[in-house]
């Protein structure tokens, strides 16, 4: 059980770091159904 939080912190950096890489060929639009669909992962 313990390694499974850490696993998803990493996962959501990986997440994140994409999403940073991405973001000049993203539209305001595309961002935010990252968000979206992030805050919907969260739960």
Do not use: P
């Not at 696993?7 to 950096?13: A, L, S």
């Not at 305001?28 to 159904?33: R, V």
């Not at 968000?35 to 739960?43: D, S």
């Amino acid at each position: 059980m313990a390694g499974i939080g850490s696993t998803t912190e990493k996962h959501q950096g990986r997440v994140a770091e994409a999403i940073f890489a991405n973001c000049a060929e993203l539209d305001n639009d595309q961002l935010n159904e990252i968000i979206e669909w992030v805050r919907l992962y969260q739960r």
